[in-house]
């Protein structure tokens, strides 16, 4: 059994695409011209995790994470549409920004298996599936959508013991 912490950083990307228009509203027969982005949520955590190993077979050992991540920073990149339907940039520093996300996403619930394989007496290869459910919202509270997330990442690596 341990507790596990340091620094989690991860990346959320989502596809967003609308129609562009002429500008003048005007209908055509002309099919809409489809534009797509790809909006990115960067959230900078610290984890708080118990941890609990379990022998396995061979070369092989298992263990299950559980905790609680905080987040101290939290940034999106990208458009999306206003509430009155505009398509907007939300990308801090960005000219005529619309602001609608909080700079700290809160907390977050974290739960992972890890399988370990035992290379040598130092090294140890990972690979480790997780979830990640948001507790509190990204938006701020003014933007009438609430937005929290729940993601599925995996884990790969290599550990080192000292």
Same mark, same amino acid.
Not at 141 to 155: A, C, R, V
């Given at each position: 059994?341990?507790?596990?912490?340091?620094?989690?950083?991860?990346?959320?990307?989502?596809?967003? !695409?609308?129609?562009?228009?002429?500008?003048?509203?005007?209908?055509?027969?002309?099919?809409?011209?489809?534009?797509?982005?790809?909006?990115?949520?960067?959230?900078?955590?610290?984890?708080?995790?118990?941890?609990?190993?379990?022998?396995?077979?061979?070369?092989?050992?298992?263990?299950?994470?559980?905790?609680?991540?905080?987040?101290?920073?939290?940034?999106?990149?990208?458009?999306?549409?206003?509430?009155?339907?505009?398509?907007?940039?939300?990308?801090?520093?960005?000219?005529?920004?619309?602001?609608?996300?909080?700079?700290?996403?809160?907390?977050?619930?974290?739960? !992972?298996?890890?399988?370990?394989?035992?290379?040598?007496?130092?090294?140890?290869?990972?690979?480790?599936?997780?979830?990640?459910?948001?507790?509190?919202?990204?938006?701020? !509270?003014?933007?009438?959508?609430?937005?929290?997330?729940?993601?599925?990442?995996?884990?790969?690596?290599?550990?080192?013991?000292?």
């Amino acid at each position: 059994m341990g507790l596990k912490t340091g620094f989690n950083i991860s990346k959320v990307r989502r596809g967003f !695409s609308y129609n562009e228009t002429d500008g003048m509203g005007m209908d055509t027969v002309q099919p809409p011209n489809i534009a797509s982005i790809t909006n990115t949520y960067t959230y900078v955590d610290i984890p708080l995790l118990f941890s609990y190993e379990m022998s396995g077979f061979g070369p092989f050992y298992y263990n299950l994470n559980a905790g609680i991540l905080f987040n101290m920073t939290f940034t999106g990149e990208g458009k999306f549409i206003e509430p009155n339907g505009t398509v907007v940039s939300f990308t801090r520093g960005a000219e005529n920004r619309y602001q609608a996300y909080e700079k700290q996403a809160g907390a977050a619930l974290f739960a !992972s298996f890890g399988m370990h394989y035992v290379w040598n007496k130092t090294f140890d290869f990972i690979l480790e599936p997780n979830i990640k459910y948001s507790i509190g919202s990204t938006t701020i !509270s003014d933007y009438p959508i609430d937005e929290k997330y729940t993601t599925i990442g995996l884990i790969t690596g290599i550990r080192y013991k000292f």
